[in-house]
């Protein structure tokens, strides 16, 4: 949107720490997806976090894939044909994502897109892309093309295989929406460490780097402007919406110029045609708007033009900042809104505002900047971020902590969830013997609850099987327009059984309720782990099997993997540790809610447990690893039954609780998931056009091969080297091979399979082998001889000044020394008569004097001289360290023995091997 949306990032600065240092070597990437770029980064061992750069060694790249007949084209180049073929090219595919086929944006796209066909899909209800090639496709499968083309550039980049990923998505997203993307990812076989917020990733990069400026325990708060999507806006802090965001965003910007453009071209009159109505028209003149709109950043009029526009017409039109302005003028004047919105909410004053940062492509719209600067009364906005690759960097830093390969200093972020989730349930009651039924509302997640977080619901006036309701809370600060393009506000049903029979296998024992366990996952999505059916027995036990069950209990727990853990056996005791803090909880809770304060014994409880899990996390982040959060709660509960311990061993009467797993059935009311098989054929889908484009870059590249070898040797066979070392014959069946090759490429080539034309090749090469061959030998000799010849030399004197020394220094054997210039001689000899005979022998007849024998000649002769030289090199003189002269030193080596010399082989060097 014009505006963007205001970001207040809370960041719990935990750690002052320099960068991160990196251990095991396994690299992990981060994709930025915006709705018109994406952005990648990775991190890997030895390499400090990094932008990607893509095939046009670009920082970003276009978010487009084009379908074509046989390829897949990406990033520029399927942009590049949406002006050729605009049918094929499927983009700003976010705002379709996790959306019904009747939503607004849908209409929207429709509008701005009119060349795509859009279907229902019958089940899901959500849209499908028509497209010849196969009969449809989902947004969701797009994105998995484009998410695996990401990998693709950053595997590239960094050279090795990539699998997990941090995933940037709007902060505004909803459950389905987040859903839709984890989907893609699972389509495109990455693995999704996180879905990170936009802004939120951005904040973390903002902080990382100033680390040391933050004050270790105070919350910092800042605000980004995020002006990059065209869809509803809101801040992680506060929940921002104008009526007509969905309108807003640059390429809101962008299609507005492109109509003014479009007007200005039908004006000329050139064409009787309204260029309107032709797609590739329209094409042509988005991205031209698209560039106007980045040129009128820096100057203040530019000449639009567009070569070839509609039948063959040219377009030229001149375009000035003012006018652009103008266009646009009721977005730029929403800017502020946000912003006061969100400071409002956030009950905070501009004076509480210490940076202002802008994030997103229009904000290098000077108008943009000049509202805001006005609005925020500050002086400047934030630019010591690169704005453009904040999000990417941010999240790449997380997928670095997540990744267990690296040791990074976390930096703990608490996000916030923008949408209120409460449970519903109806409960019948009987007042007076007047049975009616009472809706019950529990709010589950308040409005920018931080998560990650578990909670507990406990329900406890049910005995027989029942269901509820998780829904969407309160939406008020919505606008109806806004609603309806959020989406179904129903999330789930969940219809429980066995509750009946769990109270019929425990009745002796006193019900504790029914417990569902929640949890807002680090990516924002919301699951129910389980539901149980708590009971209390109180049994009086002997001290030996209260120590056992105990130490059982603990031990189970500590495996099972605590509260996190679904599979935890049905009739198992599980320690007493939910109970005082739902206690604590529940005052609260009443105090909050007058429905509740009536009931003698309230229905429902709230377990904010887990806020204090939490909290308690943050702190034991300070000393422990925090990559590992599981963990933590695990240890909690340890710690837990560690503290109960003392108090139960005063108990004779012992408390024991069961727990019984309940049955869930979960019915999804927003956007149906795929179904696996879905998934399954989705992924198929997604492998079978990747295998097509690897055949077909495949066959592309043997075509290549072939059509270069013919050429490249056509063209030898005029050159000197080639020509004289063939035959007449040869190379008359040489020329003819090729030229009928050629000629079969010409006529059958671009038909032919890749293996028809890697056959072709090899035939080739089969026939020019020998050729080749000897050219490659001639080439070779000089080289290989002058090495030969150059070492003989220094061997031979090496060998001569070796003889030369006194006998008594002497420390090579008469064997060494034979066998030395026995390799000597017989080297010299062998080539003497391999040269000599080679000599005699025509240029086209098979060489005698072959490279790789010269090679094996010159090992032996080196590895032979380097022995000798290695042992001179640790015999050391052992008389000599007297303090003598050297005039004494002779005479007394005169009468030196060979035990003078000492052979050590760790020991330095001497002076005789630099002798040489
Ligand atoms: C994803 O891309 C990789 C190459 O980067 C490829 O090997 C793989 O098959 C692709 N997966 C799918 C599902 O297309
Ligand atoms: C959504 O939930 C509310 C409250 O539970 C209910 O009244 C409404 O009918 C539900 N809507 C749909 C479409 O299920
Ligand atoms: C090496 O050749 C020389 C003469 O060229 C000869 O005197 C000597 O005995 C030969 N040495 C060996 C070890 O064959
Ligand atoms: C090798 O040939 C060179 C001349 O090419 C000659 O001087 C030398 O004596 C020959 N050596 C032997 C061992 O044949
Ligand atoms: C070396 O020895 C000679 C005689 O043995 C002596 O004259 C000379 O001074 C000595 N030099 C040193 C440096 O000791
Ligand atoms: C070496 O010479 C010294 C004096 O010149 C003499 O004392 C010694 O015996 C001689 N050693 C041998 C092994 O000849
Ligand atoms: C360890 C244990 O008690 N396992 C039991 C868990 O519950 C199932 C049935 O729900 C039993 O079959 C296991 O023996």
């Given at each position: 949107m014009a505006a963007g949306s205001l970001a207040v990032v809370a960041l719990s600065c935990l750690f002052l720490a320099s960068l991160p240092s990196y251990s095991v070597s396994v690299a992990v990437m981060s994709v930025d997806l915006g709705s018109e770029w994406i952005k990648v980064a990775i991190v890997k061992p030895g390499v400090p976090m990094e932008i990607v750069l893509n095939k046009e060694s670009r920082r970003k790249t276009p978010t487009a894939v084009c379908l074509k007949e046989n390829e897949r084209l990406f990033g520029d180049s399927a942009l590049g044909m949406s002006v050729k073929n605009p049918k094929t090219v499927y983009r700003h595919l976010q705002s379709l994502l996790g959306k019904k086929h009747s939503n607004l944006n849908v209409a929207l796209y429709q509008k701005r897109f009119p060349e795509h066909q859009l279907l229902e899909d019958p089940v899901r209800g959500t849209v499908l892309f028509e497209s010849s090639e196969a009969k449809w496709f989902t947004p969701e499968e797009l994105l998995g093309m484009v998410l695996n083309y990401s990998r693709g550039l950053a595997q590239d980049f960094a050279e090795q295989q990539i699998k997990d990923a941090v995933i940037t998505v709007p902060a505004f997203f909803n459950q389905a929406e987040r859903r839709a993307v984890l989907h893609a990812a699972e389509m495109a076989g990455l693995k999704v460490l996180q879905l990170i917020n936009d802004n939120t990733a951005v904040a973390l990069n903002y902080g990382v780097f100033r680390r040391k400026d933050l004050d270790s325990t105070v919350k910092v708060t800042f605000i980004t402007f995020q002006t990059k999507n065209d869809k509803n806006v809101f801040v992680n802090q506060h929940l921002l919406a104008t009526d007509h965001s969905i309108r807003l965003g640059g390429f809101e910007m962008d299609l507005r110029l492109r109509d003014h453009l479009a007007n200005l071209f039908n004006e000329q009159k050139k064409s009787k045609k309204d260029v309107r109505e032709n797609h590739r028209a329209m094409a042509k003149l988005l991205k031209e708007a698209q560039r106007l709109k980045t040129v009128l950043s820096a100057n203040m009029e530019f000449m639009a033009q567009v070569e070839g526009?509609?039948?063959?017409i040219d377009f030229k039109s001149k375009v000035t900042r003012a006018e652009f302005e103008e266009l646009c003028s009721d977005l730029f004047e929403r800017v502020p809104r946000p912003l006061h919105d969100a400071l409002e909410t956030a009950d905070l004053k501009l004076d509480d505002i210490e940076l202002v940062i802008l994030v997103g492509g229009s904000t290098r719209v000077p108008k943009v900047q000049e509202v805001l600067l006005k609005a925020t009364g500050k002086e400047e906005l934030g630019k010591n971020i690169n704005a453009d690759e904040a999000a990417a960097m941010g999240a790449v830093y997380q997928a670095a902590v997540l990744s267990k390969a690296f040791k990074v200093k976390p930096f703990l972020i608490r996000d916030a969830a923008l949408f209120p989730i409460q449970v519903e349930f109806t409960r019948e009651v009987e007042e007076e013997g007047i049975k009616t039924l009472k809706q019950n509302k529990r709010i589950l997640f308040q409005r920018m609850a931080p998560y990650p977080q578990r909670k507990v619901i406990t329900f406890n006036r049910y005995q027989s099987d029942f269901a509820f309701n998780i829904n969407y809370g309160d939406m008020s600060f919505l606008t109806p327009n806004e609603l309806s393009v959020f989406g179904s506000v129903n999330l789930s049903t969940v219809e429980l059984s066995g509750v009946g029979s769990s109270f019929q296998k425990h009745a002796e024992a006193e019900s504790k309720g029914i417990k569902a366990h929640f949890n807002m996952d680090e990516s924002g999505v919301l699951l129910l782990d389980r539901v149980e059916s708590v009971f209390e027995t109180t049994v009086d036990e002997k001290e030996e099997e209260s120590t056992l069950t105990r130490l059982g209990n603990t031990i189970s727990t500590l495996f099972g993997g605590g509260?996190?853990?679904?599979?935890?056996?049905?009739?198992e005791p599980v320690q007493d540790d939910e109970e005082t803090p739902l206690d604590s909880r529940k005052d609260k809770d009443e105090g909050q809610k007058e429905e509740a304060a009536k009931?003698?014994?309230?229905d429902f409880e709230k377990s904010s447990e887990d806020e204090k899990l939490q909290d308690k996390e943050e702190e034991s982040n300070d000393k422990k690893d925090p990559t590992v959060r599981i963990k933590l709660y695990e240890e909690k509960d340890a710690e837990k039954h560690g503290k109960a311990e003392p108090e139960k061993k005063a108990k004779l009467q012992k408390k024991s609780k069961i727990s019984e797993e309940i049955t869930v059935e979960l019915i999804i009311n927003d956007i149906l998931n795929p179904t696996p098989d879905d998934l399954a054929s989705s992924k198929k889908k997604l492998q079978d056009l990747t295998n097509r484009d690897l055949a077909k870059q495949e066959r592309e590249k043997s075509l290549n091969n072939l059509e270069a070898f013919i050429f490249e040797t056509q063209d030898k066979l005029y050159q000197e080297d080639y020509s004289q070392v063939v035959s007449d014959q040869e190379k008359e069946q040489i020329a003819a091979k090729l030229t009928e090759v050629s000629e079969w490429m010409d006529e059958e080539g671009y038909a032919a399979t890749t293996k028809q034309l890697k056959e072709k090749l090899s035939q080739l090469k089969g026939l020019c082998k020998d050729m080749f061959f000897r050219v490659e030998e001639r080439r070779k000799w000089p080289d290989r001889l002058a090495a030969l010849e150059s070492l003989l030399n220094t061997s031979t004197f090496f060998f001569r000044s070796a003889k030369q020394i006194p006998e008594d220094d002497q420390i090579f054997t008469e064997v060494e020394l034979n066998m030395l210039e026995k390799v000597i001689n017989e080297t010299t000899i062998w080539k003497n008569k391999t040269v000599a005979a080679q000599e005699k022998l025509s240029l086209q007849e098979p060489p005698i004097l072959l490279s790789k024998d010269i090679e094996v000649k010159l090992a032996l002769l080196d590895r032979e001289v380097n022995y000798l030289l290695n042992k001179a090199k640790f015999a050391k003189p052992k008389a000599k360290a007297k303090g003598k002269n050297s005039t004494t030193e002779k005479s007394s080596k005169a009468n030196g023995t060979a035990e003078d010399w000492e052979t050590e082989p760790t020991g330095k060097g001497s002076d005789l091997n630099t002798g040489r």
């Amino acid at each position: 949107m014009a505006a963007g949306s205001l970001a207040v990032v809370a960041l719990s600065c935990l750690f002052l720490a320099s960068l991160p240092s990196y251990s095991v070597s396994v690299a992990v990437m981060s994709v930025d997806l915006g709705s018109e770029w994406i952005k990648v980064a990775i991190v890997k061992p030895g390499v400090p976090m990094e932008i990607v750069l893509n095939k046009e060694s670009r920082r970003k790249t276009p978010t487009a894939v084009c379908l074509k007949e046989n390829e897949r084209l990406f990033g520029d180049s399927a942009l590049g044909m949406s002006v050729k073929n605009p049918k094929t090219v499927y983009r700003h595919l976010q705002s379709l994502l996790g959306k019904k086929h009747s939503n607004l944006n849908v209409a929207l796209y429709q509008k701005r897109f009119p060349e795509h066909q859009l279907l229902e899909d019958p089940v899901r209800g959500t849209v499908l892309f028509e497209s010849s090639e196969a009969k449809w496709f989902t947004p969701e499968e797009l994105l998995g093309m484009v998410l695996n083309y990401s990998r693709g550039l950053a595997q590239d980049f960094a050279e090795q295989q990539i699998k997990d990923a941090v995933i940037t998505v709007p902060a505004f997203f909803n459950q389905a929406e987040r859903r839709a993307v984890l989907h893609a990812a699972e389509m495109a076989g990455l693995k999704v460490l996180q879905l990170i917020n936009d802004n939120t990733a951005v904040a973390l990069n903002y902080g990382v780097f100033r680390r040391k400026d933050l004050d270790s325990t105070v919350k910092v708060t800042f605000i980004t402007f995020q002006t990059k999507n065209d869809k509803n806006v809101f801040v992680n802090q506060h929940l921002l919406a104008t009526d007509h965001s969905i309108r807003l965003g640059g390429f809101e910007m962008d299609l507005r110029l492109r109509d003014h453009l479009a007007n200005l071209f039908n004006e000329q009159k050139k064409s009787k045609k309204d260029v309107r109505e032709n797609h590739r028209a329209m094409a042509k003149l988005l991205k031209e708007a698209q560039r106007l709109k980045t040129v009128l950043s820096a100057n203040m009029e530019f000449m639009a033009q567009v070569e070839g526009l509609m039948d063959d017409i040219d377009f030229k039109s001149k375009v000035t900042r003012a006018e652009f302005e103008e266009l646009c003028s009721d977005l730029f004047e929403r800017v502020p809104r946000p912003l006061h919105d969100a400071l409002e909410t956030a009950d905070l004053k501009l004076d509480d505002i210490e940076l202002v940062i802008l994030v997103g492509g229009s904000t290098r719209v000077p108008k943009v900047q000049e509202v805001l600067l006005k609005a925020t009364g500050k002086e400047e906005l934030g630019k010591n971020i690169n704005a453009d690759e904040a999000a990417a960097m941010g999240a790449v830093y997380q997928a670095a902590v997540l990744s267990k390969a690296f040791k990074v200093k976390p930096f703990l972020i608490r996000d916030a969830a923008l949408f209120p989730i409460q449970v519903e349930f109806t409960r019948e009651v009987e007042e007076e013997g007047i049975k009616t039924l009472k809706q019950n509302k529990r709010i589950l997640f308040q409005r920018m609850a931080p998560y990650p977080q578990r909670k507990v619901i406990t329900f406890n006036r049910y005995q027989s099987d029942f269901a509820f309701n998780i829904n969407y809370g309160d939406m008020s600060f919505l606008t109806p327009n806004e609603l309806s393009v959020f989406g179904s506000v129903n999330l789930s049903t969940v219809e429980l059984s066995g509750v009946g029979s769990s109270f019929q296998k425990h009745a002796e024992a006193e019900s504790k309720g029914i417990k569902a366990h929640f949890n807002m996952d680090e990516s924002g999505v919301l699951l129910l782990d389980r539901v149980e059916s708590v009971f209390e027995t109180t049994v009086d036990e002997k001290e030996e099997e209260s120590t056992l069950t105990r130490l059982g209990n603990t031990i189970s727990t500590l495996f099972g993997g605590g509260s996190s853990d679904p599979t935890v056996n049905s009739t198992e005791p599980v320690q007493d540790d939910e109970e005082t803090p739902l206690d604590s909880r529940k005052d609260k809770d009443e105090g909050q809610k007058e429905e509740a304060a009536k009931d003698t014994q309230s229905d429902f409880e709230k377990s904010s447990e887990d806020e204090k899990l939490q909290d308690k996390e943050e702190e034991s982040n300070d000393k422990k690893d925090p990559t590992v959060r599981i963990k933590l709660y695990e240890e909690k509960d340890a710690e837990k039954h560690g503290k109960a311990e003392p108090e139960k061993k005063a108990k004779l009467q012992k408390k024991s609780k069961i727990s019984e797993e309940i049955t869930v059935e979960l019915i999804i009311n927003d956007i149906l998931n795929p179904t696996p098989d879905d998934l399954a054929s989705s992924k198929k889908k997604l492998q079978d056009l990747t295998n097509r484009d690897l055949a077909k870059q495949e066959r592309e590249k043997s075509l290549n091969n072939l059509e270069a070898f013919i050429f490249e040797t056509q063209d030898k066979l005029y050159q000197e080297d080639y020509s004289q070392v063939v035959s007449d014959q040869e190379k008359e069946q040489i020329a003819a091979k090729l030229t009928e090759v050629s000629e079969w490429m010409d006529e059958e080539g671009y038909a032919a399979t890749t293996k028809q034309l890697k056959e072709k090749l090899s035939q080739l090469k089969g026939l020019c082998k020998d050729m080749f061959f000897r050219v490659e030998e001639r080439r070779k000799w000089p080289d290989r001889l002058a090495a030969l010849e150059s070492l003989l030399n220094t061997s031979t004197f090496f060998f001569r000044s070796a003889k030369q020394i006194p006998e008594d220094d002497q420390i090579f054997t008469e064997v060494e020394l034979n066998m030395l210039e026995k390799v000597i001689n017989e080297t010299t000899i062998w080539k003497n008569k391999t040269v000599a005979a080679q000599e005699k022998l025509s240029l086209q007849e098979p060489p005698i004097l072959l490279s790789k024998d010269i090679e094996v000649k010159l090992a032996l002769l080196d590895r032979e001289v380097n022995y000798l030289l290695n042992k001179a090199k640790f015999a050391k003189p052992k008389a000599k360290a007297k303090g003598k002269n050297s005039t004494t030193e002779k005479s007394s080596k005169a009468n030196g023995t060979a035990e003078d010399w000492e052979t050590e082989p760790t020991g330095k060097g001497s002076d005789l091997n630099t002798g040489r």
